[in-house]
């Protein structure tokens, strides 16, 4: 029984690094406002403009 809480907390713990972060980001926030999509990799109808979630991914449009 303690091994389920210990995974359930880490789980949550898990969960709440990634979901506040993804809103603060001034990069993606702009890069959304000029119609960019973030991702690792841009397809090739798409050009690089930038960076998104602090440099690990690229702003494609």
Do not use: K, Y
């Not at 841009?42 to 960076?51: I, K, L, T």
């Amino acid at each position: 029984m303690r091994v389920l809480q210990l995974l359930f907390a880490v789980l949550v713990i898990l969960l709440l690094q990634g979901a506040p972060a993804a809103r603060g980001r001034p990069d993606t926030q702009q890069c959304r406002s000029n119609r960019g999509h973030c991702r690792r990799l841009c397809f090739h109808m798409e050009h690089w403009e930038g960076s998104c979630s602090s440099g690990r991914l690229r702003c494609c449009r």
